[in-house]
């Protein structure tokens, strides 16, 4: 059954607006963490020159597919099963996208995304990261700060994510920033290359 996210609508159009230019020459994208699935059917109609690989932990499929079943597109392959920490595919991707996720993870589980970033994405590849960040340990707003308190009341090990710490580990695989976008909300997007 299909999963709505009223928060996916609101961020959708944003969110398509920087992404389709970096994504212009692209022909393969993976996305980590898809979640209800929504985001995945509306780039993939807005940008159908690339293929647009969902992703999510087994219980989030069924809703991803029913999303995919239900726009008909021909660029949206059933989602694949990607747990960051367990399992990864062997195929490489030209770019890699993942919205409000690495706040959701745990630290364990950001690290094991960098490490499989760095050889899932082809050389020249991008990392595209949407969400609330913190900067030199502070929040860009007190809604973040709040949102954050709200997330470790649901579970100790989610947290927003301090952009440097982020880069660290993008660094260590090869990663190199090359945009940062502020968004609507508090949000932004971060860019990353491999080099
Ligand atoms: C807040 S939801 C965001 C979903 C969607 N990207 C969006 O923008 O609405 C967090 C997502 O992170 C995913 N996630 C959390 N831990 C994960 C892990 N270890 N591996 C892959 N995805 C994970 C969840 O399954 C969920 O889809």
Redesign the pocket.
């Known amino acids: 059954m299909k999963q709505y996210?009223p928060?996916?609508d609101q961020n959708k159009d944003p969110i398509l607006a920087v992404i389709k230019p970096l994504l212009c020459n692209a022909t393969s994208v993976l996305e980590?963490?898809?979640?209800?699935g929504?985001?995945c059917v509306y780039f993939a109609k807005a940008l159908p020159h690339l293929v647009w690989q969902a992703s999510?932990?087994a219980i989030?499929l069924e809703s991803v597919n029913a999303w995919i079943a239900d726009a008909q597109l021909n660029n949206t392959p059933q989602a694949l099963e990607?747990?960051?920490?367990v399992s990864w595919p062997v195929e490489q991707y030209d770019a890699i996208f993942?919205?409000?996720?690495v706040h959701?993870?745990s630290w364990d589980?950001v690290i094991s995304l960098f490490q499989g970033l760095g050889k899932t994405l082809l050389k020249d590849g991008i990392f595209i990261l949407y969400g609330p960040f913190n900067y030199n340990g502070e929040y860009t707003s007190t809604s973040n700060a709040n949102f954050d308190l709200w997330l470790a009341q649901q579970n100790p090990q989610s947290a927003i994510r301090d952009f440097e710490a982020l880069n660290q580990l993008a660094k260590q695989v090869g990663l190199v920033l090359i945009k940062d976008y502020e968004m609507p909300a508090n949000n932004r997007i971060l860019v990353w290359q491999k080099r």
Request: glycine content about 8%.
């Open positions: 996210s928060s996916c980590i963490g898809s979640g209800t929504q985001h999510d932990q989030y990607l747990n960051v920490d993942s919205a409000n996720t959701i993870m589980m």
